[in-house]
């Protein structure tokens, strides 16, 4: 097999790059930064979550969070509470503002990545899915 795999390995984020920064294009033209769309995504029809669920949720570092955080605070569009049990905890959801912005421009960023596999049938979903899974299972066994 030799260095096989590395071929594969480059082409995978080849593809990864190209569907950011695609994605990354269009959710910058709605006004929004990558991070603050992944946020307001993942925040959108749920009451909320922890900063700590919405970091593993969301893969963004402890450390980017929170600068996300505040500047969409700022924009009004999340609110963050205290938790009740646990006063270290915090709590994060959409303001009514934000919940008519996810509304608003969810639709349109899901819409323009379907474009991307509009020549895709029911067959290559399942056969790219399959490979993604073994490869994430592999390398899921290599972590532990």
Sequence with gaps: MGERFLR???????CMQT????SAQHVRQLGFTHSQFDIIAT????PGM???????????TKGTL???????????LIERERG????????VKLSSEGNAIFQEIFPQVI?????????????DFDVLEGALQKLKESLNRAVD
Excluded: M, P, W
């Design 8 to 14: 594969s390995v480059r082409l995978l984020a080849e």
């Design 19 to 22: 569907f950011e920064r695609t």
């Design 84 to 91: 009740c049990d646990d006063r270290r905890q915090l709590f």
């Design 111 to 123: 819409n323009k990545g379907k474009k991307n596999f509009s020549d895709y049938t029911d067959t």
């Design 50 to 60: 922890t900063c700590k669920d919405l970091g593993d949720k969301t893969l963004i």
């Design 66 to 76: 929170t600068g996300v955080l505040d500047r969409l605070e700022q924009k009004g």
């Design 43 to 46: 925040l959108g029809n749920t």
